[in-house]
């Protein structure tokens, strides 16, 4: 009982604060303006960790490498937590071990950033239809521009119908069913 309330608290708190450095890390990469809401509150959420590893790590371009960095350990503390609540011996544990570890933080780090897009896509989609001038508007335009555009220069819209995020969608959902999870059990098989 202990046992799950630990892994749901760190399953919770470090799933939150990967998607926070992740979305300040795309929002950053796709220079979403800075003056709306979404960016203003991943950038107050973030700062305390984001601002002192930046100070080792410096930015790459308008690549954040430490808002990466930190959704890669949060993701890697993720793991390791939920090991050691399952009383894995990670002491004696071998190299494969570690190794699996540093690939579920990858993973983890993938299917993060794949459902942030969806989740923004799903939105804009929504905000296009009941309220297309919300001030999160050109937050969402900036960061899915990257995944629907080269979609919407391949299938015209049909009607007046973007079906762009139908097809990132479904790419999405494939690509996690067919690489991901399967890449994902992998690494899981060597606990």
């Given at each position: 009982m202990?046992?799950n ?7 919770t ?64 503390l ?15 544990a071998?190299?494969?071990?570690w ?6 933080a ?15 896509v ?44 139908l ?8 690509i ?16």
């Amino acid at each position: 009982m202990v046992t799950n309330a630990l892994q749901f608290l760190l399953h919770t708190l470090l799933g939150l604060f990967t998607i926070a450095v992740l979305l300040r890390f795309y929002l950053q990469a796709t220079r979403a303006p800075f003056q709306n809401p979404l960016s203003q509150a991943v950038v107050a959420l973030t700062s305390f960790a984001v601002k002192p590893l930046r100070r080792i790590i410096p930015g790459w371009g308008n690549l954040d490498i430490s808002s990466l960095l930190l959704a890669f350990l949060a993701q890697f503390l993720l793991h390791l937590g939920i090991q050691l609540t399952r009383e894995f011996p990670l002491l004696v544990a071998g190299q494969p071990v570690w190794i699996a570890l540093l690939g579920l933080a990858l993973i983890g780090v993938i299917k993060f950033s794949i459902y942030i897009f969806l989740y923004a896509v799903i939105l804009q989609a929504i905000l296009s239809w009941f309220s297309p001038r919300t001030v999160i508007t050109p937050a969402l335009q900036a960061l899915t521009k990257p995944v629907l555009h080269p979609i919407q220069k391949l299938v015209p819209m049909v009607n007046g119908i973007d079906l762009s995020p139908l097809i990132v969608f479904i790419i999405a959902e494939l690509i996690l069913i067919l690489l991901v999870t399967p890449l994902e059990i992998q690494f899981l098989r060597l606990f």
